[in-house]
């Protein structure tokens, strides 16, 4: 169960792109946001690291709308739409495409996703990365 709005993220989740908040030593007051680069390393091991929970705003920033039940969002395509159900509560996602003439929904995704840079993996996995 999701507490807390963000998490300590385990080394096996740190990847090229993976967007994570390292804390100002400097300030002592603020987080800093980075993204692990191509040609890169988590250039911060010593300090505090934190990953935000994937949230609606996450699911929004990616092409989504949010719907009328709570936990549901769609994103609309040039052929159909994808659905997207998110359950912050267990960090479960399921992800269907539904055709335009269709009522029929094919399920590409269920699982877990903790965050921003899990669901853009998925996504690109599934060939849905591109916002049409």
């Given at each position: 169960?999701i507490k807390?709005?963000y998490?300590?993220?385990?080394?096996e989740?740190f990847h090229?792109?993976?967007?994570?908040?390292?804390w100002?030593?400097?300030?002592?007051?603020?987080?800093?946001?980075?993204?692990l680069?191509?040609k890169?390393?988590?250039k911060?091991?010593h300090?505090?690291?934190?990953v935000?929970?994937?949230?609606?705003?996450?699911i929004e920033?990616e092409?989504?709308?949010?719907?009328?039940a709570?936990c549901?969002?769609?994103?609309?395509l040039?052929?159909?739409?994808?659905?997207l159900l998110h359950?912050p509560?267990?960090?479960?996602?399921?992800?269907?495409y539904?055709?335009?003439?269709?009522?029929?929904?094919?399920?590409k995704?269920?699982?877990?996703i903790?965050?921003?840079?899990?669901?853009r993996n998925?996504?690109?996995?599934i060939?849905y990365?591109?916002?049409?």
């Open positions: 169960m807390e709005k998490y300590t993220p385990i080394i989740e090229v792109g993976f967007e994570y908040e390292v100002d030593v400097k300030s002592d007051e603020n987080w800093i946001k980075q993204i680069p191509e890169g390393y988590v911060h091991p300090e505090e690291i934190r935000k929970h994937l949230d609606r705003e996450d920033g092409g989504y709308v949010h719907g009328r709570e549901l969002y769609k994103r609309q040039s052929k159909g739409c994808l659905l359950i509560k267990y960090n479960h996602v399921t992800i269907a539904q055709g335009e003439k269709s009522f029929d929904k094919h399920i995704f269920t699982g877990t903790k965050n921003k840079s899990e669901l998925i996504l690109k996995m060939s990365d591109h916002k049409e």
